[in-house]
């Protein structure tokens, strides 16, 4: 379980021109005891620190902009019309806060993305549910940056391509579907014919491999729900695992060991104080 922090401001806002600047920090508890990494109870994750440009080239029509949850996380989405396309680039990098990233000397990760969004009227604003549908594609690079000299296993280079859906079933009721494949690359073997250990030098046996790229995918699925302009809850399962699994079948991207049930409850800080300042007064 944890709590999370989200603050962003916009260094650009027109009507088809944004520029917004954007980072997350969040604490993450165990929920049992673990001694994984030192026992810590509390550990913060890493901190991404994002800045994205979004451009509106298609807007039709004056329909409400998407509501819900969706509308209250992403305030991108303000704004009229039945149907409308977002084009966005997105750059930053990532702070290793968290305890696993710190486990693997892990000093920065970059990231670059590209992301296409269309909105597509469905049944409109006078209906309770199906009133639009949101298709989104993405494609995200990451690369990581580590301080110690070995070579990392896990590589240092990560691709990944997404595809979601979101519509409302009724009224403030939304479903997310998104579905993901990663790819990250490897790391060539050492060209070392022997590795150095406390009795000296030694050669290990190695095994020739062409795969040069670990690939995965995984799904996600969410309910979500909004209360109040200023308060929404959602609960999601999402599973991501590798394609090919150690005994070298084709994974399912909905089932797996590594699969999670996630319930969070959001508060949106900018909502809230709008709320207690009250409407605009002439003149102020």
Known sequence: MGASLNPG????????????????????????????????????????ILLTYTALPFIVGRGAAPGGLAGMRDPTLAGAGDHRTWLSL?????LPASRWSRSRGLDASTHLGAAARQQIKLLGDDAAGLN???????????????????????????FGEAASILFPLYRSLQLAVAYR??????????????????????????????????????????????????LGASLAYANEQRRIGLDGKTSHPFVGLEAIVQASVELSIDRLYQRIQGPPSEGR
């Open 90 to 94: 997105t750059s930053g990098a990532s």
């Open 132 to 158: 639009w549908v949101l298709i989104s594609l993405s494609f995200d690079w990451q690369h990581d940056f580590y301080g110690a000299s070995p070579v990392v296993p896990a590589g240092v280079d990560s």
């Open 181 to 230: 494949l990663s790819q990250r690359l490897l790391p060539p073997p050492p060209s070392s014919p022997c590795v150095v250990v406390v009795a000296g030098c030694v050669t290990p046996e190695r095994v020739d491999s062409p795969t040069s790229t670990a690939m995965g995918h995984g799904v996600r699925l969410e309910l979500s729900y909004l209360f109040v302009p200023e």
């Open 9 to 48: 401001f916009f260094l650009l806002r027109r009507p088809r021109h944004l520029l917004r600047a954007s980072t997350s920090i969040a604490l993450v508890a165990p929920v049992w005891d673990n001694d994984t990494y030192g026992g810590e109870d509390v550990s913060l994750a890493d901190i991404p």
